[in-house]
């Protein structure tokens, strides 16, 4: 049974990002979600691979997957100022 990381992934203005929480500085990026995927795989190998040679402990995966959230409207979420409630209405 192998360990299991969690990877966020990101859209961004040219691609796709990923990065690991649980091992800073483990991060990919591409133009594709499948060519991200597959890169941050490869970058979690790699960043393993080189803390076992520098003789660090393999940290256990602590960050759990949440999901996503939905909110009925950001004017529940302004404060009472009514220049608030206008930018987020915006």
Not at 26 to 52: N, P, Q, R, S, Y
Not at 60 to 77: C, D, I, L, N, Q
Request: glycine share 8%.
């Amino acid at each position: 049974m192998g360990v299991e990381y969690l990877v966020v992934f990101e859209k961004t203005k040219t691609g796709y990002s990923a990065y690991v929480p649980d091992l800073p500085g483990c991060a990919a990026a591409g133009k594709t979600k499948a060519e991200t995927e597959k890169l941050i795989k490869e970058a979690i190998e790699f960043h393993i691979e080189g803390m076992i040679l520098q003789g660090e402990k393999i940290p256990v995966p602590s960050t759990m997957k949440s999901g996503f959230f939905k909110f009925r409207s950001a004017v529940k979420f302004a404060s009472k100022n009514k220049q608030l409630r206008k930018r987020a209405i915006a």
